[in-house]
């Protein structure tokens, strides 16, 4: 008999479900495997029972016995259906498999039973024991003393070995879940530190390079001041953004609201980051009049802080000779502000990711702390407004949309 390929990879440390598979089979007295993700016995067969040692000690059990190809045919198709499934051997043993679905696929099946639905007969005994190459005087003689587990009782094991197989199951996703938690911290936490790093070695090699400058070298003096204060910018920029992620988390960012231009906001953004495009020869374009009022209640600096850090994206994925756009809409009592790019785009997948903190997807982005657009979103959310993305794929742009609601009059 050959095994169905049903399995996909193992993705579990079978030792955590030994006390599982052990303590089951002690309580029910019923022969226990569990068969990992390649269909072969992971852990077992555990025997409890008289006739579950009788038959462990016979090459029914062993790799190509009889009884070993059953289970695994019983558990292959427990794994296909993803349900249990109920057998009978010879029409005298009950056999159940149990299926194990973590992470949202099939990574084996428990197989138990081996024991008489009704009072076994000395015929049936003997049709066993030829299956399993075990004396059949023997094996009546346990038998006929066995206890009938009777369908019922068959039921009642299959669905108490389904609830401490889901429990087990959500443990280890939840673990797991914590593993990865764990991973993206320790990641976050390197990349914070080399952040936070490379604005002060460039501060430290400046000022290296002053102390071994001629006074009479103004020029190159200048040059080395303006790179010390712009890293030193830098530098109090990531640890702004450190801090108001922190507190975006606990609750502890907060606004002082007032009346406020909007479009005004948006072109104090454009104003700060417009020598850092022209400098990477990238256009902004404002789409509306510089005397036009657009009133919101709001946090005047805190609505910057979300243009800018939206117009910091985009100019960084836009490549030399693209362009950002900035245009408003009023929709009855909201504003629109969109700011377009013609950069890297984001990948489908990633469009409902990419507010998350210290998640950095697109291509070439080697620098940052992926906080600017988590940061952005809470200070939106807080003045009752939202962040709209979208975007039709990598290479293609993408459009990042701020809506907050009008300023209404008392």
Request: glycine share 8%; net charge neutral; with cysteine.
């Amino acid at each position: 008999m050959n095994v169905p390929a049903v399995f996909p990879a193992a993705a579990d440390d079978w030792s955590s479900w030994e006390p599982l598979v052990s303590q089951f089979a002690q309580a029910t007295h019923c022969t226990t495997t569990l068969y990992a993700a390649d269909g072969q016995a992971a852990i077992g067969p555990v025997c409890t029972s008289d006739t579950g040692v009788v038959l462990e000690h016979s090459p029914f059990f062993k790799p190509g016995g009889e009884g070993r190809r059953f289970e695994q045919e019983l558990a292959a198709r427990a794994a296909l259906q993803l349900q249990v499934v109920h057998a009978t051997y010879l029409e005298q043993l009950a056999v159940v498999a149990v299926p194990i679905v973590m992470f949202g696929k099939c990574q084996g099946a428990i197989v138990f039973g081996w024991l008489p639905v009704t009072f076994a007969s000395a015929l049936g005994a003997q049709r066993i024991a030829a299956a399993a190459g075990v004396e059949p005087r023997r094996l009546w003689t346990v038998l006929r003393l066995q206890p009938p587990l009777g369908a019922g009782r068959v039921e009642l094991y299959a669905r108490f070995l389904s609830s401490l197989v889901a429990a087990h199951t959500r443990l280890r996703e939840t673990l797991s879940e914590i593993r990865a938690v764990d991973r993206v911290r320790e990641e976050s936490l390197a990349r914070v530190a080399h952040e936070l790093r490379t604005p002060l070695s460039s501060v430290l090699l400046r000022l290296s390079a002053l102390l071994g400058t001629g006074l009479d070298q103004p020029d190159q003096i200048r040059q080395a001041l303006e790179a010390v204060i712009r890293n030193v910018r830098e530098e109090s920029r990531l640890i702004d953004d450190i801090v108001d992620s922190a507190r975006s988390r606990t609750g502890q960012l907060s606004i002082s609201t007032g009346r406020c231009n909007i479009l005004e906001i948006a072109a104090a953004a454009v104003d700060t980051i417009l020598p850092q495009a022209t400098a990477k020869e990238v256009t902004i374009a404002v789409g509306w009049s510089p005397g036009d009022q657009q009133l919101v209640d709001g946090d005047r600096s805190r609505l910057q802080q979300a243009f800018l850090n939206l117009l910091v994206n985009a100019v960084k994925f836009t490549p030399p000779g693209g362009r950002v756009s900035l245009e408003h809409r009023r929709r009855e009592d909201m504003h629109d502000v969109a700011i377009t790019d013609s950069g890297a785009g984001i990948a489908r997948e990633m469009l409902g990711q990419i507010f998350d903190p210290f998640v950095r997807e697109r291509s070439n982005n080697d620098s940052g702390l992926g906080l600017g657009l988590s940061i952005a979103r809470h200070i939106v959310e807080l003045h009752g407004g939202r962040i709209l993305v979208a975007s039709p794929g990598r290479g293609q742009g993408s459009t990042f949309t701020i809506t907050l609601p009008a300023h209404t009059s008392a």
